[in-house]
């Protein structure tokens, strides 16, 4: 199987810009789509032997690819997004969402937690990509290693004084706790305080507080972007499964390959429902394993 990336200079270059959130989140989309794809045909190419001969090609230019086209003369600096991700070295915003150069304006940090610094760059690129910027995003990941420590902390407060001693470390873990105390209520809500029994209550834990804490984060981004002047910007959140590198905003209950973001809940209520609701598939997922 070869992948060809072919850059005829006689083709005309088709620049496509997102001129709506709506937009914006289906360019996002599609890109993921791209690299699930891609992902899934290199699978069964080595699996299965049967990408032998196969080809694919992937036209590329400067312009589109957001770099210059003459040497020396910078571009303007003119994302589609704001995307908010975590620091793990296995999610590179770019490359999860298959853009390009000057297409994001990517805050990472981990646990992707909206820390007093990131609210800067939030208002910076708000004030100054006013005209590109169309969508704001939170991209959580599973098997995050910040949000392990959080529930590791809930769990067991006297076990990890260590994160507690350690001043950098706990404004992580306190902020992530947040995610991590509305999935153990919601996990009480629905399956009883029982459920705290559980062999994979840890796990179960970890697997919902991951898309909470994306999804509380997009409603703060969304806050504090609307503060700086823009009123009808709109906040998603979804979750990279690092097995699949399928972004969803829930755990998807059948196999798919068909990526997800969601609007930041607008409430209190709101996200308690989402937090029933992702409780609810991770159980669901969990019996599916016995
Ligand atoms: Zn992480």
Do not use: W
């Not at 995307?83 to 000057?102: M, T, Y």
């Not at 990472?108 to 990509?129: M, W």
């Not at 105390?181 to 796990?203: I, L, M, S, T, V």
Request: net charge negative; aromatic share 8%; charged share 15%.
């Amino acid at each position: 199987m070869e992948l060809i990336y072919r850059y005829d200079p006689y083709q005309p270059v088709v620049i496509q810009h997102p001129d709506t959130p709506e937009e914006a989140v289906t360019t996002l989309m599609s890109g993921n789509r791209r690299l699930v794809s891609m992902i899934d045909r290199m699978q069964k190419a080595s699996l299965d032997g049967n990408g032998v001969g196969a080809s694919e090609v992937i036209p590329v230019d400067l312009v589109s690819m957001g770099l210059p086209f003459i040497r020396g003369a910078a571009l303007d600096q003119a994302p589609f997004a704001l995307v908010l991700g975590c620091s793990d070295a296995r999610v590179p915003i770019e490359s999860v969402f298959d853009q390009s150069f000057n297409d994001l304006f990517a805050i990472r940090i981990a646990g992707n937690v909206l820390g007093t610094e990131c609210i800067g760059s939030v208002d910076y690129a708000v004030r100054n990509f006013g005209k590109s910027l169309q969508a704001i995003v939170v991209v959580g990941h599973t098997g995050c290693g910040a949000v392990t420590a959080a529930v590791d902390t809930y769990l067991s407060p006297t076990a990890f004084t260590n994160i507690a001693l350690t001043h950098p470390l706990r404004t992580l873990v306190d902020r992530i706790m947040i995610a991590v105390r509305a999935a153990a209520n919601a996990f009480d809500r629905c399956f009883g305080h029982e459920f705290h029994k559980h062999p994979q209550y840890r796990a179960a834990l970890i697997h919902a507080a991951v898309y909470l804490n994306a999804a509380i984060a997009a409603f703060d981004l969304q806050r504090e972007a609307r503060s700086a002047m823009a009123a009808n910007v709109k906040a998603y959140y979804g979750v990279c499964d690092i097995g699949t590198m399928l972004v969803r905003d829930q755990p998807p209950l059948v196999p798919t390959s068909d990526p997800h973001l969601s609007l930041a809940p607008k409430d209190a209520a709101s996200f308690m429902t989402l937090a029933n609701e992702i409780v609810t598939a991770v159980v669901t997922l969990l019996d599916a394993e016995v």
